[in-house]
């Protein structure tokens, strides 16, 4: 079956380094996504991966690894607006979207 | 740019009621996707849309259905409600895929 599995809550400190990590098992892979939702929002997009290797983006950044399935999300320089929750999604070889739960990030003062 | 707009925000409906979600994008994607939220899950596919006068089965399409007269318009009807439908639903597009969505703000959904 296909899955997407990343932490369900995580705790960071302002001004902090968090990494929130995402492992994925799909059939076929055509890339994967972040998406950040704050409390009662609509996601939106953070960043898009299909080759190995870290992409950066401001204070964001986004690493995959095709070979182990795995894909993380770092956050640098917190701040108290980053708390949110963060969408794992790859899609498939059909091209639909398997999405993870979400990781709560609560930062702290 | 109003981007996607989602109506109504929120709704109470009782069971066995019908009920339309409607959502109207300004940004002439050709994709429009259908999800619900539920607390612990990830986002599930219902219908989705890839261009107008196409529309197909997602992960969870039972009790719902769409339509696609125009590239702007992807309604999402409940033919009749039921609890287990109580969810926030959004609507999303996209230019092509793989590519960014674009959520509407959701529709909270309790049937009663």
């Known amino acids: 079956g296909q899955n997407i599995d990343q932490p369900t809550e995580m705790t960071a400190t302002e001004g902090a380094i968090v990494q929130i990590n995402c492992t994925y098992q799909t059939s076929g892979f055509n890339g994967l996504f972040w998406y950040q939702q704050h409390a009662g929002e609509a996601p939106t997009f953070l960043s898009y991966?299909?080759l190995d290797g870290l992409e950066e983006k401001g204070r964001f950044s986004s690493f995959l690894s095709r070979s182990k399935g795995y894909s993380y999300l770092l956050l640098k320089e917190l701040q108290m607006k980053d708390s949110a929750s963060y969408l794992c999604?790859?899609?498939?070889?059909?091209?639909?979207?398997?999405w993870g739960a979400g990781t709560k990030l609560i930062i702290k003062p | 740019t109003a981007g996607i707009t989602q109506a109504p925000t929120s709704q109470i409906l009782a069971a066995g009621r019908s009920m339309t979600l409607r959502c109207t994008q300004d940004m002439r994607h050709n994709a429009m996707y259908w999800y619900r939220q539920d607390l612990g899950l990830g986002l599930r596919l219902i219908h989705y849309s890839n261009t107008a006068g196409t529309t197909g089965k997602g992960e969870v399409p039972d009790g719902y259905s769409v339509s696609r007269a125009n590239t702007d318009d992807f309604p999402l009807t409940l033919a009749s409600a039921v609890p287990s439908q109580t969810s926030v639903y959004f609507c999303?597009?996209?230019?092509?895929?793989?590519?960014?969505?674009?959520f509407g703000e959701g529709s909270r959904l309790t049937v009663l």
């Open positions: 999604a790859a899609m498939d070889s059909n091209y639909q979207l398997i």
């Open positions: 999303a597009s996209s230019a092509r895929s793989p590519g960014e969505l674009f």
């Open positions: 991966n299909v």
